[in-house]
C-alpha cells in the first residue's frame, strides 16, 4: 500500500513539474502562443513525460490502482491502455459515478483534485442559463473541468454570439478575444484535440472557424489535421458539420487534403444517409467544383427522400443546388410544389431567394412564379413599395410578367411618386419596358409621373443613367423631350462613346435605338409610300432553312419572297412576302420592286426565340415590341413565328401553319398558352 501512495504522489508532482515547465505563464503569453503563430508544444507529445504517464502505472505487478476516482479502474494490469483518452477525457465520461474531478489551479493550465458530487448535472444546467457569451466564458473559468465542458462552451459561444446582430458582433467578439478564459479554453482545446470525440472534435472546429479565430493559426491547424485522422470515424451528422466548416475556409495544403477525404467518404456514405437536411448540406458544401458523377448521386440520394420534404427543407434544397450549380428538374420541381403549398409561411428575403435561385439555375415555372405573384399581389397592402420593386426586378430578370401586381404598383406610382428615388426609377422604368408592360386606363398619368420624376434628378443623373431611362421610355413608346434633348447633346454622347469603354458597343445600340424612336414614334412620322431594302445575304442559317423550304413548297418559287431582308435603322427580317390588297394572292417580289403601289401589302415573317416573350406567354418583351411597332409604321404587317415550335413540327404540318398565318387577315402568333414550364 505504501508502494502505490508513494508511485501516486510522485506521479502527481511529475505532472505539475511538466505542465509548469512547459505551459505559457501570462494570458497574454498564452493568447500569442496558441492563438496565433506561436509553436506551442502540447506536453502530452513528451516522449519521456507519455511515457511516464501512461506506463508508470501497469509497472506494478498484479496491481490494479484507482485514479480520480474510487469506483473505475483507469489503468491495471493486463487491462489495454488506451493512449488517446486525456485525463480529462476519462473525468469526463465518468462523471456520474466519479467523486473526484479535477480543477484549475492557476494559469499554467496544472490541475488538481477536487472532491465533488455528480458534478457535470449542475455545469451544464448552468450553461444553459448563459445568456451572452461572456457569461459561457466565466463559467467556464471558474467550473469547466473536462474536456467536455470546455467544448460545450466553445458551442455554446458560438451558438450565443451567431443569434447577435451585426454590430453586437464586433463588440462582443472583441469581449471573447480578450477574455481570459478563451485563451485558456483554446489552450485545452488544442492540448486535447486528439482526445476528443468526433462530435466534440468537428463542432469545436466549427465555432472556432466561425468565432473567427485565423485559419493560420496552431490551434485551427491542428483541428483540420485531427479531422484528418478521425475521418473514418466520423457519423453523417459530423460529415456533414464538418463540409460546412470547410466551406468557410480558404484552401490550404491541410484544407485541401481533408476536403479530398471528405468528398471520397462523401461518396461512400450517400446511399446511407436518409436525412434530407444533411443530404442538402453536403450538396452545398461540395459546391460547384464536385465532379458530375458525385452532384447525380446527390440528387439520386434527394430523390429518394422527396417524399419526407418539408417547406423549410424545399427552400434549403433549392440554394444548395444553386450552390452546386447543378439543375435538377425534378427536384426542383418537388420543392416548387411544396413551396406553393406554404407561401403564405416564407419571409420576404427567402422570396427573393428564391426567384434568383430560378434565375441562377435558368429553371423556369409558371406556376411557381404565378403563385408567388398572386401572393405579393393579395399581401401588397402590407408590403414597403421598396420591397414591391425588389419582387419586380427579380421577375424582371426571370423574364415574367406578374400582370396584375405592376397595375397594382403602378396605381402606387401614380399616387406617390415621391418615394421613388433615382435608383428605384431606373428599376421600374427597366422592368416596366422589358416586360413590356402600360397599365389599362392610366397610360399618360403613368408615363408622365416617370418623367416628372426623371426630370427632377437631371440635374444630377449621369450620362449612362439618362441613357439607360431614355432607352427605357423609348421602349415603351413615350419620348421624354427633355432627357432626349439633354442626351442628345453632342458633349453627352462623346463622353458615353469613349473608346476604351467595356459597353460601348451597347450604348451605341443604345442610342440607336433612341434615334429611331424619336423618328418613328413622333406624332409627325407618316407612313413612307417606299422602303429602300437589301438583300443582308443569300445564305440562310440553319434554322430557318425548313422555313424556306416550306414557302417554297408553299408559295411555288423562291421569287416569290424574299430572305434575310436589311430595313433603315438597321432593322433585319427573316422573310418578306408582297401580297395583293385583300390578302388572297402572293405577288412576286420583282415585279412590285420598283414602284410603290399602295395597293401592296407587304409581310414580314420573323422567327424569334423563346426568349423574346414573357415566360409562360406569347407576349412580347420590350424589344420584339418596339421592333414590331416600327415595322408597322415601316408598312409592314409583322408575322411572329415561335421557331422552337416550328422546328418541332413535321413539313407537312410547318406548310399548313405558315398558310394560315399569310392567307389569314390577322397574323397573330401562336395563341397565348405555356410555352415555357419545366413542370
Known amino acids: 500500500?505504501?508502494?502505490?501512495?508513494?508511485?501516486?504522489?510522485?506521479?502527481?508532482?511529475?505532472?505539475?513539474?511538466?505542465?509548469?515547465?512547459?505551459?505559457?505563464?501570462?494570458?497574454?503569453?498564452?493568447?500569442?502562443?496558441?492563438?496565433?503563430?506561436?509553436?506551442?508544444?502540447?506536453?502530452?507529445?513528451?516522449?519521456?513525460?507519455?511515457?511516464?504517464?501512461?506506463?508508470?502505472?501497469?509497472?506494478?505487478?498484479?496491481?490494479?490502482?484507482?485514479?480520480?476516482?474510487?469506483?473505475?479502474?483507469?489503468?491495471?494490469?493486463?487491462?489495454?491502455?488506451?493512449?488517446?483518452?486525456?485525463?480529462?477525457?476519462?473525468?469526463?465520461?465518468?462523471?456520474?459515478?466519479?467523486?473526484?474531478?479535477?480543477?484549475?489551479?492557476?494559469?499554467?493550465?496544472?490541475?488538481?483534485?477536487?472532491?465533488?458530487?455528480?458534478?457535470?448535472?449542475?455545469?451544464?444546467?448552468?450553461?444553459?442559463?448563459?445568456?451572452?457569451?461572456?457569461?459561457?466564458?466565466?463559467?467556464?473559468?471558474?467550473?469547466?473541468?473536462?474536456?467536455?465542458?470546455?467544448?460545450?462552451?466553445?458551442?455554446?459561444?458560438?451558438?450565443?454570439?451567431?443569434?447577435?446582430?451585426?454590430?453586437?458582433?464586433?463588440?462582443?467578439?472583441?469581449?471573447?478575444?480578450?477574455?481570459?478564459?478563451?485563451?485558456?479554453?483554446?489552450?485545452?482545446?488544442?492540448?486535447?484535440?486528439r482526445r476528443m470525440t468526433r462530435g466534440d472534435l468537428v463542432f469545436s472546429l466549427h465555432a472556432v472557424v466561425n468565432l473567427g479565430v485565423p485559419q493560420n493559426t496552431l490551434l485551427v491547424q491542428t483541428l483540420v489535421r485531427v479531422c484528418q485522422e478521425k475521418l473514418n470515424q466520423l457519423d453523417n451528422r459530423c460529415i456533414s458539420v464538418l463540409a460546412t466548416t470547410l466551406a468557410g475556409l480558404d484552401k490550404d495544403k491541410n484544407v485541401s487534403a481533408l476536403q479530398a477525404g471528405l468528398q471520397l467518404l462523401v461518396e461512400q456514405r450517400i446511399p446511407s444517409i436518409r436525412n434530407i437536411f444533411i443530404l442538402q448540406n453536403l450538396m452545398k458544401c461540395m459546391g460547384k467544383d464536385a465532379p458530375v458523377f458525385l452532384k447525380k448521386k446527390l440528387e439520386m440520394a434527394v430523390l429518394k427522400e422527396i417524399d419526407h420534404l418539408t417547406f423549410p427543407n424545399a427552400l434549403r434544397v433549392f440554394l444548395a443546388l444553386v450552390a452546386m450549380n447543378y439543375c435538377s428538374i425534378p427536384i426542383l420541381n418537388a420543392c416548387s410544389k411544396k413551396i406553393q403549398e406554404n407561401v403564405h409561411d416564407a419571409p420576404f428575403r427567402q422570396l427573393i431567394l428564391i426567384l434568383e435561385a430560378c434565375y441562377n439555375l435558368q429553371y423556369r415555372n409558371v406556376k411557381l412564379f404565378s403563385a408567388l405573384a398572386d401572393y405579393v399581389n393579395s399581401t401588397a397592402c402590407i408590403w414597403d413599395k421598396r420591397q414591391i420593386i425588389l419582387f419586380l426586378s427579380a421577375f424582371e430578370t426571370l423574364g415574367f410578367q406578374p400582370s396584375e401586381l405592376m397595375g397594382i404598383f403602378a396605381e402606387k406610382v401614380t399616387e406617390d411618386p415621391e418615394f421613388l428615388n433615382l435608383k428605384n426609377l431606373l428599376i421600374v422604368l427597366r422592368v416596366y419596358s422589358r416586360l413590356n408592360y402600360v397599365p389599362r386606363g392610366q397610360k399618360h398619368l403613368f408615363f408622365e409621373t416617370l418623367h416628372s420624376c426623371l426630370n427632377k434628378y437631371l440635374p444630377q443623373i449621369s450620362n449612362t443613367e439618362l441613357l439607360k431611362a431614355v432607352y427605357s421610355f423609348c421602349i415603351l413608346g413615350y419620348l421624354p423631350h427633355r432627357a432626349l434633348d439633354e442626351l442628345l447633346q453632342k458633349d453627352s454622347r462623346d463622353e458615353l462613346l469613349l473608346s476604351d469603354d467595356l459597353y460601348k458597343e451597347q450604348k451605341e445600340m443604345m442610342l440607336r435605338c433612341v434615334k429611331a424612336c424619336t423618328e418613328l414614334d413622333s406624332p409627325s412620322f407618316t407612313k413612307p409610300a417606299f422602303v429602300l431594302t437589301e438583300n443582308f445575304s443569300s445564305l440562310v442559317s440553319l434554322n430557318l432553312r425548313k422555313a424556306r423550304d416550306a414557302l417554297i413548297e408553299l408559295l411555288g418559287d423562291e421569287n416569290m419572297f424574299r430572305q434575310n431582308v436589311q430595313l433603315?435603322?438597321?432593322?433585319?427580317?427573316?422573310?418578306?412576302?408582297?401580297?395583293?390588297?385583300?390578302?388572297?394572292?402572293?405577288?412576286?417580289?420583282?415585279?412590285?420592286?420598283?414602284?410603290?403601289?399602295?395597293?401592296?401589302?407587304?409581310?414580314?415573317?420573323?422567327?424569334?426565340?423563346?426568349?423574346?416573350?414573357?415566360?409562360?406567354?406569347m407576349h412580347p418583351q420590350g424589344k420584339l415590341a418596339m421592333k414590331k411597332r416600327h415595322l408597322n409604321k415601316l408598312g409592314y404587317h409583322v408575322i411572329l413565328v415561335l421557331n422552337k415550335k416550328f422546328q418541332e413540327m413535321t413539313n407537312e404540318d410547318a406548310v399548313e401553319f405558315l398558310k394560315g398565318k399569310i392567307y389569314s387577315e390577322d397574323a397573330f402568333p401562336f395563341p397565348e398558352v405555356t410555352v415555357q414550364d419545366n413542370n
Open 568 to 617: 433603315p435603322y438597321k432593322y433585319h427580317i427573316d422573310f418578306e412576302i408582297r401580297m395583293d390588297s385583300d390578302r388572297k394572292k402572293v405577288l412576286p417580289v420583282a415585279a412590285t420592286d420598283d414602284h410603290a403601289d399602295s395597293s401592296v401589302q407587304r409581310l414580314a415573317v420573323l422567327f424569334v426565340p423563346l426568349s423574346a416573350f414573357c415566360v409562360g406567354t
Open 1 to 193: 500500500m505504501n508502494n502505490k501512495i508513494s508511485y501516486l504522489l510522485n506521479t502527481v508532482r511529475c505532472i505539475r513539474r511538466c505542465n509548469s515547465a512547459l505551459t505559457p505563464k501570462s494570458s497574454a503569453a498564452t493568447r500569442k502562443h496558441v492563438l496565433w503563430i506561436g509553436r506551442y508544444r502540447d506536453p502530452l507529445e513528451n516522449v519521456n513525460f507519455r511515457k511516464l504517464f501512461l506506463n508508470i502505472f501497469p509497472s506494478l505487478p498484479g496491481s490494479s490502482l484507482r485514479f480520480l476516482s474510487q469506483k473505475t479502474d483507469v489503468f491495471s494490469t493486463g487491462a489495454k491502455i488506451q493512449p488517446e483518452k486525456s485525463t480529462e477525457a476519462l473525468v469526463s465520461e465518468q462523471a456520474p459515478q466519479s467523486s473526484l474531478e479535477l480543477e484549475k489551479l492557476d494559469d499554467s493550465g496544472s490541475f488538481k483534485v477536487k472532491r465533488v458530487v455528480d458534478h457535470s448535472e449542475p455545469f451544464f444546467n448552468s450553461l444553459q442559463k448563459c445568456t451572452c457569451p461572456c457569461d459561457v466564458l466565466d463559467l467556464a473559468s471558474e467550473s469547466a473541468v473536462s474536456i467536455k465542458h470546455f467544448t460545450n462552451c466553445l458551442t455554446t459561444v458560438w451558438r450565443l454570439f451567431k443569434n447577435l446582430s451585426e454590430d453586437q458582433q464586433r463588440y462582443e467578439k472583441q469581449l471573447i478575444f480578450e477574455h481570459p478564459a478563451f485563451v485558456k479554453l483554446c489552450q485545452q482545446l488544442l492540448r486535447d484535440s
